[in-house]
């Protein structure tokens, strides 16, 4: 199951099922804060009806911010957030050309009125993603703002500042 | 008006008013092959509702091609591939990241299943797309085939071998 | 044999007998959907003159549409669109410099009068032209019309909403 | 005076005087929402105290989101980021180098642990990331939500079908 | 005239009429060593059978060296090189996507077996391409290749050491 | 122990431990030059403070360069250099947007006032750091000048003419 | 005269004499720091003998830091690099071709072996270039170090906290 | 033994032993034309008197062509053009950023006044470095244009049309 137990808070999206190794990245950071999600295959172009259900329905259905991944012309956080006003946050797969290049122009360069928040391409954006969710819901969830300082704290204090010997 | 008497058989959306200027040379294009068309503004982003309304009833308002123009993470083409299975044919306006880089990658770099025709990035590419679009519509009319071999004719003739003196 | 039994309707050309693993995957969506088509290498720079006679004869042998595949300074699409007025889809094919970008460039910047319609680096583009190719022939044939739209349904029915586990 | 009447809530940052008329969109766009802000010129590098500051005590200061704008080696989003565990929304500014590319790659290419969320290069992308901040205090503040909805719906009212005349 | 008097022994071939400014910087080249050149516009894609014709009788006509000038998807001097095989000088135009990255990688990144010598993007390339063009001939000239010992002294004595006041 | 015995003159930081590979081959030509160094894991992003307080202290520490490594958004020699006036030298890690470029231009691209002074993208770039470090303290050190003379004379000795054998 | 009268301890050469007011703003940093420089047009290209002279002339001539600024195939700060083993400071002078890029890359690419310290493309880069020579020269000069600190101390204290008005 | 017996007409010239592979690639062709040639690893920044003297000298030796390879920040070709005023030819050197992408651009952008000519990254460009070398020694030796063509004749005939099976 892709869900955990609790009401989920959190939708990701990704437009292959090839993207999933990467969005389990984002998936587990939400489990270790405890929130919940819900986690599709929705492809904007394969499956449009299934996007726009997703995204029309996302704030009726609870959701407060939705992850969107995928790559190429990676369409799927501007049709998310095309359909509704809670945060998109859009997460640019690894390609070939460039070097996923072109997944990352099409998340981020949108036009004047409809913004998607882009993170770095792969796994640091995934996690990234996460982490930001974390931190919108933590803008009005003091216990949750007080969880990712101390995450912080935690990640900050793994660091050892001794490099592994060559 | 943006449309000619005769039946639209193509199509011309484009993402933005300030598209306009360089889908117009499109639309001359088709004007000088008598092919009837509608132009509109429709953006995937902001007027999603009347994209997926202009994609998804174009096969029953009788259209046989769709020519998209959009800049930046251009999605109009792919949204329009999404929803109709005649043949879109993608036009990437210029911009300011890598020379328009941006949009021609959020357009020729459709996924598997759905695709998008591309052409160059600017005006070059709009007046390709509408010859593109009528040697489809060539395809099944002979007429029309030998108007565009003539257009053809008529192009190398104008081109004088003898460059302007220096 | 590369031709089916058919009547072929689509030339698929392509630069280099390397390119042969990529444009089988167009080869067999065209057999998916019954429709004739002929497959050869044909090389814009070393075997020119194969490369005229197969465009310059291409309607007079009843083709339809023209798919064409090739790396690098990818010549081959433009070449095909220089010699005949029906369709030309072209396929870039991957490279180590910036991941194909030449040849992505080298296919779709072509100037104002000869179009070329682009298709995605590599595998998802070889898929998506004869896909277009398709949608171009199925423009004039209502059964192949409901065939492709049929294939779509399909398609978007295939993929999964839940994510492979993790 | 660059803060308007009510509590601040979000902080604008920039990296560079010149980058005033581009921030300035993103101020409009608050003001729009009645959403309190402050706007400083705070440099990464030149100086950094001041940098350190505004993001060490953005927090305890009651902004809930910051807007951090730079151009070239665009640290400042990533600073901010590294000092605070609240929103950062980074917009990059156009350059000369590849269009703004390396403002985009030096704000989006975050490390995994220090999320900054990035938006387009330039106008489109401060105008987006206010919209942002908007979405983000939204989450908690229904009215606000709302005039989100009223806001865009009167976005895409205003965009007419119908493109300029040639 | 585009022409001097002396019988033609390079070739200067430029795609579209709007290169002829450009072009006209390696012609004069060529007049300060008094090689006669012929001058022609010559599209690979709008006239092709003027460009192979200018090609494949090219060594008849007693050509030496052409030098072949296009943007864009920069085909011409790929279809010189398919049809002789007398050395091929490629010089790209300046363009739009990526300053001339389109022309430069149509240009030079010719597949194995068919060479074209490129050039500099723009005016740079145009001058470098004549004077190479000489250097060509020079290697069977002890007279010219002395010429060019001389034009390259000159070329460095011009060189002020001092540079201009601020 | 990542210290020799001597007192450090050269500081070596680097944004993760992933990247000490490439690093050790930096602190292999120091040693071979017997010049002290101290190499310490420091991520501007996630050890924000430890970052602060090695670039702050780095001159009272007795430090006279720092060579500063990291990947992706690469702001810790820009962090480095905003903190002390003695020389910082970046290495860009390799990467997988685009082979490395954005970590190239997140450190070159300093806007004026805040140098700092960049080597190769990965392994050459950290070889070379490292020699440039030992360039700077060789200014006023006549032994070590000569040192770095005899170093360069050994390596372009051992530089064979003779290419290995097909 | 472009030299001042104490005696040159910084070499600025450029590749042409078109390179100059970008240069002049590198000679007038070291003009406030009081440092005697010499300046000369110099292209690794046209002129390499006068190129070897000064390179290979700098250390007995006094010289402590060569500034070598040059655009496209930047070869000027590579050549000195390989003639001397003082540091050397590379400039990329912008250009069309992805803005400067080429010129970057060429400078910065070294191999191993070889250094080349670079900066930002154009005037960001030739006053950081000039700032970096002098703290170099600092590194052995307490009182110019303390220069250096101070005029850093006078660059934070200019930067306004406030934005200029919209 | 790197050279053939017969005299050597053209020099190939390498910037590191790790370019060979690559580069017997271009002397087993001029072998097939029985051209003789030398063959030297010689770096423009390791060994630039070794660099110096190959091309001060290459005239005089009876050379009539350089071919020079080399990567990242190629300067091997335009320190040989800036030394004799035979034809030159480049060879970029594959490499992680940008696949290349640096080689070439350090070896086109070649400034007015000192032209290299550039051919594709990596083994193709090698062997049409030969191939045009070949094209150079062959305008002034008839036999030699003919052993020319009938090469090409022969490569064309070896294409077949028939694509490998599935």
């Known amino acids: 199951m892709n869900e955990n137990q609790t009401k989920p808070l959190v939708g990701i999206v990704m437009g292959s099922a090839s993207d999933a190794p990467t969005m389990h990245k984002a998936a587990q950071v939400l489990e270790e804060f405890g929130i919940g999600y819900e986690m ?3 492809s904007a172009h ?3 009806q299934r996007a726009h259900e997703f995204g029309a329905g996302a704030q009726e259905r609870g959701l407060k911010v939705i992850i969107a991944a995928a790559g190429m012309a990676a369409h799927l956080a501007g049709v998310m957030a095309s359909l509704t006003t809670i945060p998109i946050l859009g997460v640019p797969m690894d390609g070939k050309v460039m ?3 072109d997944a990352l122009l099409s ?8 913004p998607v928040a882009t993170f ?8 990234n ?15 949750l703002a007080q969880k990712l ?3 912080r ?3 900050t204090a793994m660091i050892d500042e001794n490099p592994p010997a060559a």
Chains 1, 2, 3, 4, 5, 6, 7, 8 share one sequence.
């Not at 998340?107 to 409809?114: E, L, S």
């Open 99 to 101: 070097g996923g290049l």
């Open 120 to 127: 770095a391409v792969g796994n640091h954006g995934a996690v």
């Open 153 to 155: 704290k935690a990640q």
């Open 107 to 114: 998340t981020v360069q949108m036009p004047k009125g409809i």
């Open 129 to 143: 993603a996460a982490l930001f969710a974390v931190s919108i819901l933590a803008s009005s969830d003091p216990q």
């Open 46 to 48: 394969r499956t449009p």
């Open 149 to 151: 300082v101390d995450y």
């Open 40 to 42: 599709k295959v929705c």
